[in-house]
């Protein structure tokens, strides 16, 4: 049986949700990573210093007491976001970053931009501060094949903003094409890979009829951006690291109502590995999980270590949502029903 052991990882991309949801899945992130950038985009998006606040208070709550955890939340913009409220929040370390949705890309973004060049004195404001900006890389005209939304995004907004703004830090989120992982690495960007973008193309949206647990935003693309991706994670360069992107939905609203998003929380760290393994490059997933990231963000290395096994770790089909000792819902896991060859074992001081 092999072991293997690494810093203790962080998720620069996570959905907590809310309420019941929040309270069932955070120890899923919050037992063996560091730290996790929080997503904003909750039913009511986190606009203000007071609502981020709010927020961080209710994830602080639902850890458990012991928990070393820390949640690290952004900013939702807006065509009317104030620049004064953000830079507050940014100096008084409320808001870690700001996260640009363009206007209903993805899960409650519909209050998000609906023009870019709105929020070119925020991004001044932004690259003076070094406050770094988190995108959701995605036009949403519905002219555009939704499978080159991201690729039109690169060449249509992303490139003149980081001519006007060069020394603005930013991050493009969960990157799906070969496009993005060359512009990337061209432009001195940081980008997060998730696990489920590098397991699975889009044929997976389709096997057995139409299935909504592999639907995600943005969707999976052909086989040849997968293995892009595989080759950008495991490469070792510093412009790529760990964001799950991991998006929970009940079973009612992922099954019937096709909403987007993957709960990878679970497997996430096992699935990496996986990826890691097959592709022979286990000692570049340090990297990747734990010192990228934090060397990005300039933020100081985990210190505490995790050990993995590798015995045969099969997967739920489904994670119970509990309510007052009571099952109330349930989630599928991304890899549910499979064998991983991989489970963490436990934290190494």
Same mark, same amino acid.
């Given at each position: !049986?092999?072991?293997?052991?690494?810093?203790?990882?962080?998720?620069?991309?996570?959905?907590?949700?809310?309420?019941?949801?929040?309270?069932?899945?955070?120890?899923?992130?919050?037992?063996?990573?560091?730290?996790?950038?929080?997503?904003?985009?909750?039913?009511?998006?986190?606009?203000?210093?007071?609502?981020?606040?709010?927020?961080?208070?209710?994830?602080?709550?639902?850890?458990? #007491?012991?928990? #070393?955890? &820390?949640?690290?939340?952004?900013?939702? @913009?807006?065509?009317?976001?104030?620049? &004064?409220?953000?830079?507050? =929040?940014?100096?008084?370390?409320?808001?870690?970053?700001?996260?640009?949705?363009?206007?209903?890309?993805?899960?409650?973004?519909?209050?998000?931009?609906?023009?870019?060049?709105?929020?070119? *004195?925020?991004?001044? %404001?932004?690259? *003076?501060?070094?406050?770094?900006?988190?995108?959701?890389?995605?036009?949403?005209?519905?002219?555009?094949?939704?499978?080159?939304? &991201?690729?039109?995004?690169?060449?249509?907004?992303?490139?003149?903003?980081?001519?006007?703004?060069?020394?603005?830090?930013?991050?493009?989120?969960?990157?799906?094409?070969?496009?993005?992982? /060359?512009?990337?690495?061209?432009?001195? @960007?940081?980008?997060?890979?998730?696990?489920?973008?590098?397991?699975?193309?889009?044929?997976? !949206?389709?096997?057995?009829?139409?299935?909504?647990?592999?639907?995600?935003?943005?969707?999976?693309?052909?086989? +040849?951006?997968?293995?892009?991706?595989? #080759?950008?994670?495991? %490469?070792?360069?510093?412009?790529?690291?760990?964001?799950?992107? %991991?998006?929970?939905?009940?079973?009612?609203?992922?099954?019937?109502?096709?909403?987007? =998003?993957?709960?990878?929380?679970?497997?996430?760290?096992?699935?990496?590995?996986?990826?890691?393994?097959?592709? +022979?490059?286990?000692?570049?997933?340090?990297?990747?999980? /734990? @010192?990228?990231?934090?060397?990005?963000?300039? !933020?100081?290395?985990?210190?505490?270590?995790?050990?993995?096994?590798?015995?045969?770790?099969?997967?739920?089909?489904?994670?119970?949502?509990?309510?007052?000792?009571?099952?109330?819902?349930?989630?599928?896991?991304?890899?549910?029903?499979?064998?991983?060859?991989?489970?963490?074992?436990?934290?190494?001081?």
């Amino acid at each position: !049986m092999k072991t293997f052991t690494i810093l203790k990882p962080d998720d620069w991309h996570l959905h907590l949700r809310e309420g019941l949801v929040l309270k069932n899945i955070i120890n899923f992130t919050s037992k063996y990573f560091g730290r996790a950038i929080v997503m904003p985009n909750t039913k009511t998006p986190v606009t203000t210093i007071d609502k981020a606040i709010f927020y961080k208070k209710l994830i602080s709550e639902a850890l458990p #007491k012991s928990s #070393k955890f &820390e949640p690290l939340m952004t900013m939702y @913009l807006t065509d009317e976001t104030n620049k &004064e409220e953000l830079i507050n =929040g940014f100096k008084n370390n409320v808001f870690f970053a700001a996260k640009l949705y363009p206007a209903n890309a993805t899960t409650n973004s519909s209050h998000g931009v609906k023009k870019i060049e709105n929020l070119y *004195e925020i991004f001044e %404001s932004m690259q *003076e501060s070094g406050m770094p900006l988190l995108i959701h890389g995605e036009v949403t005209d519905s002219e555009v094949d939704i499978f080159d939304r &991201e690729e039109v995004f690169i060449d249509k907004e992303l490139s003149p903003l980081i001519q006007r703004f060069p020394k603005l830090k930013i991050v493009l989120e969960h990157i799906t094409t070969s496009h993005a992982v /060359s512009f990337v690495e061209e432009n001195n @960007l940081g980008a997060t890979i998730t696990p489920h973008h590098l397991h699975i193309n889009r044929n997976a !949206m389709f096997f057995g009829g139409l299935n909504s647990d592999f639907y995600c935003l943005p969707v999976a693309k052909r086989e +040849n951006n997968r293995i892009a991706l595989r #080759k950008a994670a495991t %490469s070792g360069k510093e412009c790529f690291f760990l964001g799950t992107d %991991s998006a929970p939905h009940l079973r009612q609203w992922k099954a019937f109502c096709g909403c987007a =998003g993957i709960f990878n929380s679970p497997v996430a760290i096992e699935s990496y590995l996986q990826v890691f393994e097959e592709e +022979n490059a286990l000692d570049q997933f340090e990297k990747f999980a /734990s @010192l990228n990231g934090p060397n990005f963000y300039n !933020m100081p290395i985990n210190k505490e270590k995790i050990r993995l096994v590798s015995r045969l770790n099969k997967i739920p089909e489904f994670i119970d949502v509990i309510d007052k000792n009571k099952v109330v819902g349930q989630i599928k896991p991304f890899h549910a029903g499979e064998t991983l060859n991989w489970q963490v074992e436990g934290i190494v001081n």
